[in-house]
């Protein structure tokens, strides 16, 4: 099982951007997906963007395209959640999760990440992103 550190959060005006990084350790990097989620106040959690530590390959959900993207630096186990041209409502607690890959295909791990968040069980303590109007 992972460990997972989520960082990098503050207070940015809108317009602003931010990095988010997500340092994982405690298992092999490359059979997991991770995947970046944010949670505002008084709403569920939400999936943004994942990548698969093995080949890199990216997933997104709407409320991500066009602003955020998601890159993976290997040597330094950590996956980083570029947040640019940020709005209010992107206020929120941001969180990284992470699932093996080892007995399902890592589509299917991220597609069921996003779908039920509540059943993942890695979680790194989320990063507060606080986007002033």
């Known amino acids: 099982e992972v460990q997972l550190q989520a960082s990098g959060g503050g207070l940015v005006q809108a317009g602003g951007s931010l990095r988010l990084s997500c340092t994982i350790s405690?298992?092999?990097?490359?059979?997991?997906?991770i995947g970046w989620f944010r949670q505002a106040p008084g709403q569920e959690r939400k999936g943004l963007l994942g990548?698969?530590?093995?080949?890199?390959?990216?997933y997104w959900t709407d409320p991500a395209k066009g602003r955020f993207t998601i890159a993976i630096d290997d040597a330094k186990k950590t996956v980083f959640l570029q947040l640019n041209s940020l709005k209010f409502e992107d206020t929120a607690v941001y969180y990284c999760?992470?699932?093996?890959?080892?007995?399902?295909?890592?589509?299917?791990?991220?597609?069921?990440?996003?779908?039920?968040?509540?059943?993942?069980?890695?979680w790194g303590r989320g990063t507060q992103v606080t986007v002033s109007s």
């Open positions: 999760a992470a699932e093996t890959t080892r007995m399902r295909d890592p589509d299917l791990t991220i597609g069921t990440m996003f779908r039920a968040p509540h059943a993942i069980g890695s």
């Open positions: 405690g298992d092999t990097f490359d059979e997991y997906a």
């Open positions: 990548i698969f530590g093995g080949d890199a390959r990216t």
